[in-house]
């Protein structure tokens, strides 16, 4: 395919989709609905399978310049007096990289990208409807409309592209919520590493971003009552550290250092049945949400949008998009949503036994525990190793 393209939604996904496609030739538009690219604060990890995206797209040497802490290892850790379970040694990935970034930093560096292989932007235009077809349309809430042959529509969870060929689909409450916020390090230990505190009902990823400058919060506990959908709502410090008042040893620590926090419901949604109608094409969470249990949302996206762009350009046969893609997201799907439970475990003899197997792994066989994951980080969608 040659031409133009229309790409809806100005995050991770659609940043990397627009510059791919640009970098291959495309003429690409790229409209984002707020009237400035840019992230809240947050952080997200970034593994080796969604690094080689970025590195193909050139991004890699301006993350480092923006701070991307290189992470050296994973602990995994009781939430009683911090003692230590397991821990997987991520320099065994064989000289892969494996990085904490900040949010906003991936956008701005996916977006510089996108600029300089000529992306046009148009921000401040909300999309409204969608008509797939040999030149789809886009039409926007000012009454204005796009078209062109490709539609790619990475406009997240509520995707209006998806809603246009499949329909509102309800998503269940997992029964589970999520706090996220970002603390200064000064003062507290801020190693290379992500620290999974466990508890019952209840666990608390942290991680260092921006040169280790500060932690990344996100916290995870179990209760019946609902939440809304999205993280950019705001809650009250003190249900975060109500939520996990016995929780003890460093994370403590960190916890009290939080002035602001979102809060935000975790909701199961289907992978979509059909991920392409004539010239509009679904990516990201658009068409595959996951839980993030896993640290893959981001990755997943930046993997779909290099095949998208390598399937544009070759024959448009979205037919094999999506057949490339859809067994690869559903596999890391069920990987994330069965993940939870196992930093879950409430006292007793099960989950005493689960975490001493945790131990014995981690110490007697460090390499096959972490080969567990080479089907996950050793994929490269960009051809060296897919």
Known sequence: MTGTAIVVGGGIGGLAVATALAQRGVAVTLVEQAAEIAEVGAGLQISPNGLAVLRALGVE?????????????????????????????????????????????????????????????????????????????????????????????????????RAAFHGSSEPFFTGQVAWRATVPASGLPSAPQATVTMGPGRHIVRYPLRKSGLINIVAVQERQAWAAEGWDHTDDPQNLLDAFCDFDGPVKDVLSRVETVNLWGLFRHPVAQTWHKEGTILLGDA????????????????????????????????????????????????????????????????????????????????????????????????????
């Open 61 to 161: 040497a301006a993350l480092d310049q923006a701070g991307a802490v290189q992470a050296q290892e994973v602990i995994l850790e009781n939430h009683l007096g911090g003692r230590q379970v397991a821990r997987l040694d991520l320099t065994r990935l064989s000289g892969q990289r494996y990085l904490f970034v900040h949010r906003a930093d991936l956008v701005a560096c996916l977006l510089a990208a996108a600029q300089r292989a000529g992306v046009i932007i148009e921000l401040g235009r909300r999309v409204v409807a969608h008509n797939p077809g040999a030149m789809s349309e886009v039409h926007f809430g000012d009454g204005g409309q796009l078209q062109a042959p490709l539609v790619v529509c990475a406009d997240g969870l509520h995707s209006v592209g």
């Open 287 to 386: 068409a595959h949400p996951t839980l993030p249990f896993l640290a893959q949302g981001a990755n997943m996206a930046l993997e779909d949008a290099w095949v998208l762009a390598e399937v544009a350009t070759q024959d448009a046969d979205w037919a094999r998009y999506q057949a490339r893609r859809k067994p690869r997201v559903e596999k890391v799907i069920a990987a994330a949503t069965g993940n939870a439970w196992k930093y879950h475990l409430r006292p007793g003899p099960f989950r005493w036994a689960a975490h001493r197997a945790l131990t014995l792994g981690s110490t007697i066989a460090p390499g096959l525990m972490m080969s567990q994951f080479d089907w996950l980080y050793g994929y490269d969608v960009t051809g060296t190793s897919e």
